[in-house]
């Protein structure tokens, strides 16, 4: 599957399902929307996807501290928009 769309599904899910909170979902999809200019980090992208896919609002809380939480999406999505902002 095409990782953009992936992103696309797996944030609207998460959104729906594990309480993704707006402003991580408003980047996702932002990303999501401009395969054109994201296309050379399409393997972040499918790796972002994974992630959202694993998001949890309480992940890394746990007794065995799996999933994603915010500061982990927050951090990824940082990797990739600073590739693209105006240094």
């Known amino acids: 599957m095409d ?3 992936a992103l696309c599904r797996a944030t609207a899910r ?3 399902e594990n309480d993704l909170p707006d402003f991580l979902a408003e980047q996702l999809f932002l990303i999501a929307a401009r395969p054109e200019d994201f296309r050379e980090e399409a393997d972040a992208i499918a ?3 994974c992630q959202v896919e ?3 609002t309480y992940g ?3 007794y065995l501290g ?3 939480n915010n500061v982990i999406l927050e951090g990824a999505i940082k990797r990739i928009l600073g590739k693209h902002s105006p240094s």
Do not use: H, K, R
């Open 54 to 56: 694993q998001y949890d």
């Open 66 to 68: 799996m999933g994603v």
């Open 47 to 49: 790796d972002l996807a």
């Open 3 to 5: 990782p953009f769309v």
């Open 14 to 16: 998460a959104q729906e």
């Open 60 to 62: 890394q809380t746990g």
